[in-house]
């Protein structure tokens, strides 16, 4: 398993992130309908939106996943948030940056994710809005589309969320 790598830029991240004010907060219905949205649309089980700190991932958002959290090291999102574009792991168990990771070893026993970064005016990457399947799967140019879409909407109402606060 390869650790979720920290950006040199993480310390400026981490502080555009808590800028928002939103970690820890309750669920917020703007927040579970895209997931819930995202879930339906791609016959996905689980679907999040993941903010990632500089020691966990946390879900503001999340459907098919009991788990309020997790961390930093194992996940999936601090892989995503690297790059701009968006992360697609189509079987994580024959990828070798996931196949001995806790997640894809034991519950939710991660096939697929698919996590598309949530860019913030300032232009840091805070988390994402992420798809997960137990089995493997792929995307086309139109989910990938779709997906994006759906990342923007996210991404323009963490900012709304933090300006409101």
């Keep these: 398993m390869t650790p979720a790598p920290i950006p040199a830029h993480d310390p400026e991240r ?3 992130l808590r800028a928002l004010l939103i970690l820890d907060t309750p669920a ?3 927040f579970d309908r895209v997931v819930k949205f995202a879930a339906d649309e791609f016959d996905c089980p ?3 939106v993941s903010l990632v700190d500089e020691n966990r991932q946390w879900f503001k958002a999340r459907v098919g996943l009991d788990a309020c959290e997790t961390g930093r090291d194992i996940s999936f ?3 995503a948030i690297m790059d701009t574009e968006i992360l697609v792991i189509e079987d994580a168990a024959a990828d070798v940056r996931f196949a001995n990771n806790p997640l894809v070893t034991g519950a939710p026993f991660i096939r697929f994710y698919a996590g598309a970064p949530l860019t913030v005016p300032s232009g840091q990457r805070v988390g994402t809005l992420c798809l997960i399947d137990t089995q493997p799967r792929r995307l086309d140019e139109r989910d990938l589309a779709i997906l ?3 990342r923007d909407l996210v991404a323009e109402e963490l900012v709304a969320s933090g300006d409101a606060r």
């Design 77 to 79: 999102c601090g892989h």
């Design 28 to 30: 917020e219905e703007r």
């Design 46 to 48: 689980i679907a999040l």
């Design 148 to 150: 994006a879409s759906l």
């Design 14 to 16: 981490v502080a555009a």
